[in-house]
T-cell receptor, first 114, second 113 residues
Framework: EAAVTQSPRNKVAVTGGKVTLSCNQTNNHNNMYWYRQDTGHGLRLIHYSYGAGSTEKGDIPDGYKASRPSQENFSLILELATPSQTSVYFC?????????????FGPGTRLTVL | GEQVEQRPPHLSVREGDSAVITCTYTDPNSYYFFWYKQEPGASLQLLMKVFSSTEINEGQGFTVLLNKKDKRLSLNLTAAHPGDSAAYFCAVPHGSSGNKLIFGIGTLLSVKP
């Protein structure tokens, strides 16, 4: 019954390979987000979306693309993976609202790029 | 843009002691503030949502204080127990619509028996 799920949970990729991380939410939230978490940096926003068909650049979008084909699904795509993209990636969903609203997080994907 | 500074990055206390984590922010127009808890190897769970008009918010075993004048948000665990050992993150809305959150760097709290 988890509201935000991610797949895969763990991924090992090779440098230069393509990686797709998937996220699904059953909260029926309009907004979805992709973050990466690295020691010493906290969570940093990569891409986000306001709804199906929309994607927006976050604070660190370089090297990443995003796709929001439906209300429920939001993907993060690494076309040419590099070792610097080794990290834990979190997807989140939330409702829009002036002044800010809480976000609900998925379990995370641990990506290792060799 | 909004900046959030969270301190300390690491905090070690004994069971029963209090623990205080503080965040300072720059945007005076934030309406909501959030604290998240992340247990080892797990995801982030919303601990508390704070509305800007409320200076004191109480949860189970903790209190969140908001000082709007100083733009400071603090999480106070009143009597820490080993189950509180986790990373804690503050989050503040930013961007023109507030639809994005900016997170503090996190505080890794260790509570020793």
């Amino acid at each position: 019954e988890a509201a935000v799920t991610q797949s895969p949970r763990n991924k090992v990729a090779v440098t230069g390979g393509k990686v797709t991380l998937s996220c699904n939410q059953t909260n029926n939230h309009n907004n979805m987000y992709w973050y990466r978490q690295d020691t010493g940096h906290g969570l940093r926003l990569i891409h986000y979306s306001y709804g199906a068909g929309s994607t927006e650049k976050g604070d660190i979008p370089d090297g990443y693309k995003a796709s929001r084909p439906s209300q429920e699904n939001f993907s993060l795509i690494l076309e040419l993976a590099t070792p610097s993209q080794t990290s834990v990636y979190f997807c989140a969903s939330g409702e829009p609202g002036l002044g800010g609203r809480e976000q609900y997080f998925g379990p995370g994907t641990r990506l290792t790029v060799l | 843009g909004e900046q959030v500074e969270q301190r300390p990055p690491h905090l070690s206390v004994r069971e029963g002691d209090s623990a205080v984590i503080t965040c300072t922010y720059t945007d005076p127009n934030s309406y909501y503030f959030f604290w998240y808890k992340q247990e080892p190897g797990a995801s982030l769970q919303l601990l508390m949502k704070v509305f800007s008009s409320t200076e004191i918010n109480e949860g189970q075993g903790f209190t969140v204080l908001l000082n709007k004048k100083d733009k400071r948000l603090s999480l106070n665990l009143t009597a820490a127990h080993p189950g509180d050992s986790a990373a804690y993150f503050c989050a503040v809305p930013h961007g023109s619509s507030g639809n994005k959150l900016i997170f503090g760097i996190g505080t890794l709290l260790s509570v020793k028996p």
